[in-house]
């Protein structure tokens, strides 16, 4: 297969990754405002979820958008004063800011993966995963 057709494919599978985050991310912000009425913790949380997910299944600039627009839809929808992209209280520019740590996180571990589910080690060469003790240390 050439070189062109799978980065072609797989900027496809970005996107798609990409569009099935926000709107996620859209239904959870949807259902948490009209019907459901969570407290910020459950939403914040459902959210994480949704960059997780990204963040394991895609590319890391996949995962930093979703990450980016959680946190203004979490600050704007459900963080006081409701409705504004302005924070009063300094303790939820942790929850805020926990959206990008975990997108870089994950995306970081999702990346060590091998496509045929090995683990690769950081300054390994060959697909061949990596030992007991190599696991435990890097990977």
């Known amino acids: 297969m050439d070189t062109p057709s799978r980065s ?7 996107v798609l990754h990409a569009f099935g985050s926000l709107a996620a991310i859209a239904a959870v912000t949807v259902a948490y405002t009209r019907w459901l009425h969570g407290n910020t913790t459950t939403v914040a949380l459902s959210f994480l979820l949704i960059v997780l997910v990204a963040a394991a299944t895609s590319r890391l600039w996949v995962a930093a958008l979703a990450s980016i627009v959680a946190m203004i839809s979490l ?12 924070i009063v209280d300094p303790q939820n520019w942790v929850a805020l800011l926990s959206f990008i740590a975990v997108s ?5 571990l999702s ?19 990596c030992s007991i003790s190599a696991e435990t240390f890097c990977c």
């Open 8 to 14: 072609r494919r797989a900027a496809n599978s970005d």
């Open 111 to 129: 990346s060590r993966r091998e496509p045929d589910g090995t683990r690769r080690c950081p300054g390994e060469t060959k697909s061949r995963g």
């Open 104 to 108: 870089l996180v994950a995306s970081n």
């Open 75 to 86: 600050n704007f929808f459900f963080l006081p004063p409701v409705g504004t992209l302005t």
